[in-house]
């Protein structure tokens, strides 16, 4: 079964300084994994998806994510945070298979930015 | 164009009280989900349907979670004899079509109090 480890619950970060969100997966196939976003009260929105073509991914407001395979990681990085970054976000893996349509989420990380 | 709703935003339910929780997909999406988000956790995989046939219900925690989606378009979540362990956030999602690399987009959720 494939899953994700997000390895922080919490970073904090200044306006303005870079963003490392940092996540590892755990699958035997090739997999197709994402970034979500949660603000408060609102739906989850995708950020950015892998899916097995170039490696560094770049999603909207300004993030992106680089496919390590040796390092099994998927981390999302953003190199300036602005204040309206501050959310939830969560690392996702998809099923393979008849069940391509299952996603497995993180637990998250929550991103609190500092003036 | 409207996005996912889902209604009631916030429920309060006594122990044993029996709740329904409504997803309004956006419209012609054939894909619907719903997650179960519990606090400080990420969302879980609850079922699945394609226009109205649930085609995986295998999150489903207990036999008290019901889910029908009778014309292909509005979905309802019922729980009966709803407990304490039930308290979370219930997200609905649709997809346009039924291949895994359509996204999801996410409703914002029903917050799900038993007390």
């Known amino acids: 079964a494939q899953s994700v ?12 300084t870079p963003v490392l969100l940092r996540c590892n997966y755990s ?11 949660q603000h408060p009260n609102k739906g989850l929105q995708l950020l950015l998806k892998y899916t097995s073509a170039a490696t ?11 496919f390590k395979k040796s390092e099994t990681s998927f981390h999302l990085t953003k190199p300036s945070a602005h204040m309206s970054d501050a959310a939830e976000y969560f690392c996702v893996v998809r099923a393979s298979g008849g069940s391509n349509y299952k996603l497995t989420f993180g637990k998250g990380t929550l991103l609190t930015v500092n003036p | ?19 329904a929780l409504r997803c309004d997909p956006i419209s012609g999406h054939v894909s619907l989900f719903w997650y179960q988000q519990a606090l400080g956790q990420g969302p879980e995989f609850l079922t699945y349907f394609q226009n109205e046939a649930q085609l995986d219900k295998s999150g489903l925690p207990s036999d008290r979670f019901f889910a029908e989606r009778p014309e292909g378009s509005v979905s309802t979540l019922k729980i009966q004899r709803t407990q304490q362990e039930d308290s979370a956030v219930y997200l609905c999602a649709s997809r346009a079509l039924a291949g895994s690399y359509n996204e999801q987009f996410f409703g914002p959720g029903t917050r799900l109090t038993v007390l």
């Open chain 1, 27 to 37: 699958s035997s196939y090739s997999p197709s994994l994402f970034w979500y976003v």
């Open chain 1, 56 to 66: 560094l991914v770049k999603g909207i407001n300004g993030f992106e994510a680089e």
């Open chain 2, 1 to 19: 164009g409207a996005g996912v709703s889902q209604s009631p935003r916030y429920k309060v339910a006594k122990r044993g009280q029996d709740v």
């Open chain 1, 5 to 16: 480890t997000q390895l922080d619950s919490h970073v904090s970060v200044s306006e303005g």
